[in-house]
Structures are given as C-alpha cells and as structure tokens.
C-alpha cells in the first residue's frame, strides 16, 4: 500500500507542468485538443498527455531585404521589422505549424507587391503610408491563425548607384531654381524700393543735393579715391537765391 501511495506521488509530481505568465499551454489528451492552459501549475498525465508551450508576448521579426521594382520600373531593397503578438494560443498551434516563419514569409511577398504598386518617390515620400498598407494586409492574413500584427516599419530603402546621382542632380537643380527665384524676388523688390526713393526726392526740394553729399562723405573715407565731380542742377538751383550761383546757373542753361 505504502508503495502505491509513493508511486502515484511519484506520478503526480511528474506530471505537474507550469506556464509562466507571458505563455500559454495548450493540452492535448490522446492527441486531441483538450484545452488551453493559462499561467500556473498544471496536471499532465504522462503517456495520455502531452503540452506545448507558446508565448504571447510582442515578437519582433526581422524581414531580410528584398529586391523589388518600383511602378516606374526603377529596381530597389528594401527591409523593414514586423511587430506581432499571439492573442489565440491554440490557433496559432492547431492553423499553423511554424507561425514565427508563417509570418516571416507573408511580410516577404506582401512588401515585394505594395512596393510593386507604388512610384519611387511615392515609396521615399510615404514611408508611413506603405507601412501602415503592409501591416493592414499582413494583420488581415495572420487572423486566422490567432497573431495579430501590431506595427510594420520599413528600416532602410536603397536605391541603385546610378539612381543616386540622379536625385542627387534633380535635388540640386532644385536648389539652384528656388536660389534663382529668390534672386529675382530680391532684384525686384530692390528695384521698386529705389523707383519710390528716386520719386520721393523728385518731389522734395534738397532731397537730390542731401543724397549728393552722403555720397561725397562716403566716398571720402578712402584717401586713394579720385573723385570727379559733376554738379547737378539741381545742386545749383538750391542756390538761386544768391546771385553768383544764379548766374552760373544761366550760364549752364545757355
């Protein structure tokens, strides 16, 4: 009796199982899905029953780069990692035998066809958008298999050498084209400035002789300047009131 006692102790302790937290167990009894087992201690009858482990917690999957053609028909390499996690243990056992690789491939093919219906700068200018495409299809597939895709980003897109000096020229023909309409914007506004100072000193008596000798005093602030001088008229008009200046100013009429 004290045996049988011991053996079946013996039995008991070898059957208990346990399941952590972040997993889940699912039994099977004479291979048949009996039920899923949640985190703690658990009977598993040697010989009548068996148990597989699955963790549920976010899996990264990092998809390897892959060759693909652009809708321009420009070729490229792109990778990206998919984020996932198991909400349905027993499916991801029972509708798949490896969901990890399952997963893996289905990120392959998907990625090589978005890319396929997107231009070259469409796919460098809506990374986001591809992503979120890509992680939508994947997470529609992988239902039925009890995963849910979470997020999908895209790592790194490379382009071809000669593809390169292409952008690299079209980016700096750009840059020259907006230097060269700031350039003419500039001249412009320049030249209405200078057209409003020009009539504002038309219409002001002195104006034109003031600006004259601001020039003068500039100009004198270098010694090796040579500085000749052209009176204006208007210089002379200025000093009509005084009878020498007057008769210059006939003088230079005649």
């Known amino acids: 009796m004290i045996y049988f006692i011991i053996l079946i102790l013996i039995v008991v302790l070898c059957s208990i199982r346990q399941i952590n937290q972040y997993e889940r167990g699912i039994l099977f009894t004479f291979g048949k899905f009996t039920r899923m087992m949640d985190a703690g201690w658990h009977i598993v009858l040697p010989v009548f029953q068996t148990y597989q482990k699955v963790d ?19 070729s490229v390499k792109i990778n990206a990692v998919v984020y996932y996690h198991i909400f349905d243990a027993s499916l991801s056992v029972l509708k798949v035998k490896d969901s990890r690789y399952a997963v893996g491939q289905l990120a392959q093919t998907t990625m090589r066809n978005i890319v396929g219906a997107y231009t070259l700068d469409e796919l460098l200018s809506e990374r986001e958008k591809v992503s979120s495409e890509i992680c939508e299809i994947i997470d529609k597939a992988t239902d039925p298999w009890g995963i849910k895709v979470e997020n999908v980003e895209l790592k790194d897109i490379s382009l071809p050498e000669e593809m390169k000096r292409v952008i690299a020229k079209a980016a700096e023909a750009e840059r020259e084209k907006l230097a060269v309409i700031t350039k003419s914007k500039g001249e412009i506004e320049s030249a209405n400035n200078l057209a409003k100072a020009a009539e504002t000193m038309s219409k ?16 004198s602030s270098d010694q090796s300047n040579t500085i000749i001088f052209a009176v204006p008229l208007e210089v ?3 000093f009509e009131n005084n009878d020498v200046a007057e008769k210059i100013v006939k003088k230079i009429k005649k």
Do not use: F, M
């Open 204 to 219: 002001t008596p002195g104006a034109l002789h003031l600006r004259t000798l601001a020039t003068l005093n500039d100009l």
């Open 236 to 238: 002379l008009r200025a």
């Open 56 to 74: 549920v917690r976010t899996s990264v999957y990092d998809v390897p780069e892959q060759e693909a053609i652009t809708k321009d028909n420009v």
